[in-house]
T-cell receptor, first 112, second 117 residues
Framework: DQQVKQNSPSLSVQEGRISILNCDYTNSMFDYFLWYKKYPAEGPTFLISISSIKDKNEDGRFTVFLNKSAKHLSLHIVPSQPGDSAVYFCAASANTGNQFYFGTGTSLTVIP | DAGITQSPRHKVTETGTPVTLRCHQTENHRYMYWYRQDPGHGLRLIHYSYGVKDTDKGEVSDGYSVSRSKTEDFLLTLESATSSQTSVYFC????????????????FGEGSRLTVL
């Protein structure tokens, strides 16, 4: 059963606008969350992370928000650029284990 | 870039044949992972290692075995490949493992595309 869910398989956004990618999780033991970006024929690359002691983490154009009560996190990209077009994976891990659980990914297309 | 090398990068094989994928790291990280990526399923953990000779199963371990005899190498073996194991396989490494509140992210290799006919 998928413990990390990304319910939007794809998203299209105009260049310069905000991209919002969403992720839900079911395991209340998760305490560390990450976002990865993946281009075709390449491995995923780390983008940004947040621990459960925070509700927001920002790195340049990328901000991750965590709502623990709703078991929901989102990635905001502002402003979106054509080079941001990729598949974005949400991931989570728990302090009780060593595994990272990934969502199914959201394919972002930024239209010039 | 993290020093992770996967081999082979591409392989076509026939049903019933054994296949071994190799992951080699130069970062001396303790944790190593094998994931598979499939459409509609994202990245799913097959097996992982938390030290030399220390391994554990992931979500989709059936039909796969692993071995780690040295810190730098983590092997994934399909004893008898099936068409359902056609996938892209990613190796990943982590210094701290999961569940940490600091930056314990995964670094991924470039992937190995396996086709089982």
């Amino acid at each position: 059963d998928q413990q990390v869910k990304q319910n939007s398989p794809s998203l299209s956004v105009q260049e310069g606008r905000i991209s919002i990618l969403n992720c839900d999780y079911t395991n209340s033991m998760f305490d560390y969350f990450l976002w990865y970006k993946k281009y075709p024929a390449e491995g995923p690359t780390f983008l940004i992370s947040i621990s459960s002691i925070k509700d927001k983490n920002e790195d340049g154009r990328f901000t991750v928000f965590l709502n623990k009560s709703a078991k929901h996190l989102s990635l905001h990209i502002v402003p979106s650029q054509p080079g941001d077009s990729a598949v974005y994976f949400c991931a989570a891990s728990a302090n009780t284990g060593n595994q990272f659980y990934f969502g199914t990914g959201t394919s972002l297309t930024v239209i010039p | 870039d993290a020093g992770i090398t996967q081999s082979p990068r591409h392989k076509v094989t026939e049903t019933g044949t054994p296949v071994t994928l190799r992951c080699h790291q130069t970062e001396n990280h303790r944790y190593m992972y094998w994931y598979r990526q499939d459409p509609g399923h994202g990245l799913r953990l097959i097996h992982y290692s938390y030290g030399v000779k220390d391994t554990d199963k992931g979500e989709v371990s059936d039909g796969y075995s692993v071995s780690r005899s040295k810190t730098e190498d983590f092997l994934l073996t399909l004893e008898s490949a099936t068409s359902s194991q056609t996938s892209v396989y990613f190796c990943a490494i982590s210094e701290l493992g999961g569940g940490r509140t600091n930056t314990g992210e995964l670094f991924f290799g470039e992937g190995s595309r396996l086709t089982v006919l």
